[in-house]
T-cell receptor, first 114, second 107 residues
Framework: DTGVSQDPRHKITKRGQNVTFRCDPI?????LYWYRQTLGQGPEFLTYFQNEAQLEKSRLLSDRFSAERPKGSFSTLEIQRTEQGDSAMYLCASSFTGFADTQYFGPGTRLTVL | AQRVTQPEKLLSVFKGAPVELKCNYS??????LFWYVQYSRQRLQLLLRHISRESIKGFTADLNKGETSFHLKKPFAQEEDSAMYYC?????????FGDGTTLTVKP
């Protein structure tokens, strides 16, 4: 296991198109997180799963964003009708539930919306 | 609402000098605080967390609830410490990050 992986690493799309990103967590980790990061800012929490259940979703997330983790393993993040403001780095992290559990981050998917 | 503030975007010190990266938080409960580091071309990784009260790579951080701060300190900075540092607060799985401080250690 080489850690958290994300695919694709880069995505360029036109405004109005839908995009989907995938995250594969560390195999024994039951928690999975999605963040968005724009230039000059820290990661911004989007949502997280414990196993297949989505436990928290940021109110900042519009209805165009949806995430799934159907079998409690990999997760997908879909953005519908992309806007230029969606251009950012999308980070995934995973952890094993515990007190102040450590999150392990993936390399991120950089999205550019033209 | 929880908030994390890192007042310095950039910090530059000479090798061997002490370094302190500031972090202030706003949270009504008992916070779980972390420092993450991102070296050039590498992914974000945990540096240390307050509950462990540990020293990693010579760095320590003390939680001061009175001042709502969690500053990161190292007595003698090394060139390899040059990186982006993020302070983060976790509330039952929802993490809030500061905007980061870029530390440059000059030879």
């Amino acid at each position: 296991d080489t850690g958290v992986s994300q695919d694709p690493r880069h995505k360029i799309t036109k405004r109005g198109q839908n995009v989907t990103f995938r995250c594969d967590p560390i195999s024994e980790h039951n928690r999975l997180y999605w963040y968005r990061q724009t230039l000059g800012q820290g990661p911004e929490f989007l949502t997280y799963f414990q196993n297949e259940a989505q436990l928290e979703k940021s109110r900042l997330l519009s209805d165009r964003f949806s995430a799934e983790r159907p079998k409690g393993s990999f997760s997908t993040l879909e953005i519908q009708r992309t806007e230029q403001g969606d251009s950012a780095m999308y980070l995934c992290a995973s952890s094993f539930t515990g007190f102040a559990d450590t999150q392990y981050f993936g390399p991120g998917t950089r999205l550019t919306v033209l | 609402a929880q908030r994390v503030t890192q007042p310095e975007k950039l910090l530059s010190v000479f090798k061997g000098a002490p370094v302190e990266l500031k972090c202030n938080y706003s949270y009504s409960g008992s916070p779980e605080l972390f420092w993450y580091v991102q070296y050039s071309r590498q992914r974000l990784q945990l540096l240390l967390r307050h509950i462990s009260r540990e020293s990693i790579k010579g760095f320590t951080a003390d939680l001061n609830k009175g001042e709502t701060s969690f500053h990161l300190k190292k007595p003698f900075a090394q060139e390899e410490d040059s990186a982006m540092y993020y302070c983060a607060l976790d509330n039952a799985g929802k993490s809030t990050f500061g905007d980061g401080t870029t530390l440059t250690v000059k030879p």
